[in-house]
């Protein structure tokens, strides 16, 4: 399965070839898949150093005039780090970008915690005028950056390197909606990227318990597609949130926003609750923070052992 | 003295709005004067002209300098400086590009005009327009590692249209004495001149320098912090201060 990195690579050049707006600016990453596209777009890529913050202002300024910036590099350096940057230069300054990351939250998990980020997308969704997405799969990264990538708005992509496995048809991509992955009426199991293939595993061991979990994928986490979590939790009443986010602001939050006011419900949120300091693999760091097939099943089946009202 | 005018009104704005840096403002008011009255190329009625020059003010807070130059040449009205720093008005305490024809930089955080202008240097290269850059920083900002940072891509991309004009006026020493300023740039890359900031005759030798070098240019002007008022000159707690009404008469006097 193709994976995303790869498909960005192959998307700037598609892209790049047809609009000649398109600049692509990397922090020292990536340089060699991009190669094709800076050899079919002469002047318009730049590896323009290590100094993350200023290739950001950097992008405002080819954006001020005229251009349509696409800038890439690590998650926490290019959002964390980058942060008064993207606030200021872009958001205060109505300008819009976009920004590709790669080694959100611990995909870079043997490299510790320096090379960690779990709140880039709740950063980037503060900004007025921002769209997030975290798509899971090469198609979706290239339907939704195809479609977003001239919106006047500020766009982020996370992309994962742990790709959920899914191959959804590129007409059932649509920004901003979620898609239903498994219908079913006992509880809802909403995932965010990668977590898709945890949720759906574990929504296959809940039915062998014959308990049915919908299952909502989540690619797009703002504009939210709040309606589609209500008639979800309208039907089930219970929700396991996934996220490959801090747990202090993210996808969770989101639930809990769109849901407002709307009676009683039971939730549990499966997040990152602080720094890691171990290490391992992807998988090894997604078991220690409870974000695993195990811990899903264990939460919707504890909700659905309860009682709503 | 140069532009006795411009200063009394800055004086006159901020004292009205009691917000403004006035000696921020002083130290910079004639270079500004000089950039929008002999160097750049703009169209007073079309403010977007795509082939224009831009000046960014990368030290937003010595924005009453920018005011009344603006003001003087026609790009803003007495009426838009008689609302400066109120509500309903277009002019803050720092300039905002989205609100303010003729601004092309929000600014206020040191150390983000610098990198954006080399940005929009570079995008002019890209898309093959000849307007130039002229970005003014302040020598305490030049504290900021991404004023480094982009100077290093500037000088490596050969950014010949772009110019940095530091303000240097000695805030910077009062926190890191040890700052040979001209030096740094000349490390960077840069070709660099250092002239007095405050003389007609050394301004107009320094900015006819533009556009001649082969690469960035940094005018580094030896300038005095509040310059105009003996008042007013100097670091201390005039950075920030409004005159009092005792003030404002000694200020006007000094200016008259």
């Known amino acids: 399965m193709k994976g995303l990195r790869e498909q960005f690579a192959d998307t700037m050049l598609r892209i790049g070839q047809q609009d000649e707006s398109l600049v692509v600016m990397v922090g020292d990453i990536s340089h060699g898949i991009l190669q094709p596209f800076a050899k079919a777009c002469p002047g318009r890529f730049f590896n323009i150093g290590i100094l993350e913050p200023s290739m950001v202002s950097m992008a405002a300024g080819f954006a001020k005039q005229g251009l349509v910036p696409v800038t890439h ?25 976009n920004f590709i990351s790669v080694g959100g939250a611990f995909d870079y998990a043997q490299l510790g915690c320096s090379h960690h980020c779990y709140t880039d997308v709740s950063l ?9 997405f975290c798509p899971g799969s090469a198609v979706e990264l290239d339907v939704l950056f195809s479609s977003q990538y001239r919106a006047n708005a500020i766009n982020y992509f996370r992309l994962t390197e742990n790709p ?70 309208t039907k089930t009443r219970r929700i396991v949130v996934v996220e490959e986010l801090s747990a202090q602001d993210g996808l969770y939050n989101a639930v809990l926003r769109a849901w407002d006011g ?27 923070s409870g974000l695993s097939a195990g811990h899903i099943e264990q939460a919707a089946a504890e909700l659905v052992s309860h009682e709503v009202d | 003295m140069l532009n006795k005018a411009l200063r009394r009104r800055i004086v006159e704005i901020v004292t009205k709005a009691k917000e403004g840096h006035i000696p921020s403002s002083f130290s910079i008011v004639d270079l500004i004067d000089h950039i929008y009255g002999n160097l750049l190329r703009f169209d007073p009625q079309n403010p977007d002209w795509q082939e224009r020059d831009q000046f960014i003010l990368s030290k937003g807070h010595g924005c009453a300098g920018l005011y009344v130059v603006l003001e003087k040449y026609g790009l803003l009205s007495a009426d838009q400086l ?93 926190l890191c004495p040890v700052d040979d300023l001209p030096a740094k740039w000349r490390a960077f890359g840069w070709q660099t001149h250092v002239f007095n900031g405050h003389d007609a005759a050394e301004i107009e030798a320094a900015f006819a320098l533009v556009g001649k070098a082969d690469g960035p240019l940094a005018l580094v002007a030896k300038n005095i912090k509040g310059h105009g008022a003996k008042l007013t000159e100097g670091h201390g707690r005039w950075h920030h201060r409004i005159p009092d009404e005792q003030e404002y008469q000694e200020l006007m006097e000094a200016l008259s």
């Open chain 1, 73 to 97: 590099t690590i998650a926490p350096f290019l959002i964390e780090r980058s942060f008064e940057q993207l606030k200021l230069d872009f958001g205060y300054q109505a300008l819009a970008g």
């Open chain 2, 82 to 174: 008689a609302s400066y720093s109120m509500t309903g008005g277009i002019l803050g305490g720092h300039p905002d590009r989205t609100t303010v024809p003729f601004v092309e930089a929000s600014t206020g955080s040191l150390g983000h005009g610098f990198p954006f202008s080399v940005g929009i240097a570079l995008a002019n290269k890209i898309k093959q327009l000849p307007g130039r850059v002229i970005t003014l920083v302040g020598d305490g900002e030049c504290h900021e590692g991404t004023i480094w940072e982009s100077a290093h891509v500037a000088a490596n991309q050969k950014l010949d249209n772009l110019t940095v004009v530091v303000d240097w006026n000695q805030s910077g020493a009062q």
């Open chain 1, 262 to 288: 709307r009676g009683r419900m039971l939730s549990r949120q499966l997040a990152i609750n602080e720094f890691i300091h171990g290490y391992g693999s992807y998988e090894d760091l997604c078991e220690r």
């Open chain 1, 124 to 132: 980037l969704a503060h900004l007025p005028g921002s769209q997030v």
């Open chain 1, 164 to 233: 959920h496995g899914v191959e959804f048809a590129p007409e059932s991509i649509k920004p901003g909606k979620i898609i239903s992955a498994r219908e079913g009426q006992d509880v809802t199991i909403i995932a965010l990227g990668p977590q898709l293939k945890n949720a759906l595993s574990a929504a296959t061991s809940l039915s062998a318990r014959g308990i049915e979990a919908e299952v909502l994928y989540v690619h797009t986490f703002k504009p939210f597609d709040a309606a589609a979590v209500v008639d979800s939790l």
